[in-house]
């Protein structure tokens, strides 16, 4: 099943290209308490075309990041070129074992990408996260909050074959055998009760949750 993600998204990023342009307000107002905080270095969890790596490099941070999709890797780069920028670019599934040292990042952000796979998956990946966080590190994440199908409105839904509980895969459009996970926030709260959640939002415009988190210690069981 992984294969049809990475198949899915790189069609996207081949069809569409850079089609986010500007960063998420979470991430833009998370650089701020970022400064305060003293963050240096920061990991892009799934950084597609590249708008959260240019921004945050823009910013003065040092940026790493990784796509599952060579396209969103490519037109990440070209990017980053064009506006003379540099950053540490991997191609990369974020459900293997994160190709960083332990204790390595300051920060992960990880916008509108975590939901995308089995909990199981995602579970390693969050522990992942904690793995190359240094103590008291920072996260951004935002993911998709439960919807029932029949309220996703129908220019957003081309059908979907359910997987498991909560997981689907969309049939057509630009999402075709795109892996979605639907998070509530007893589960969210569940998987991130490592971190003290420090700002939580419920986007309801958007269907998804959106926290700052600050890891509590560094004892991964």
Known sequence: MPKLTKLGWDRIFKKEGKFFIKPEKCVLKAVKFFKKEGVKRILDLGCG????????????????????????????RDWLKEENLKTNLKLWDMHKKLPYQDNFFDAVISIRVLNHGRIGEIKKTIKEMKRVLKPKGLIVVTVHKHLPVKKIPKNRLFGVKYIAPRTFVILGGPEKNVIHYRFDKKTLEKEFKDFEILNFVINKKEWRYELLGKFKNKILL
Do not use: E, N, P, T
């Open 49 to 76: 075309s590249g708008r959260h790596l240019v921004y945050l490099a823009k910013q003065g941070f040092d940026v790493y990041g990784f796509d599952i999709a060579k396209h969103g890797i490519k037109i990440a």
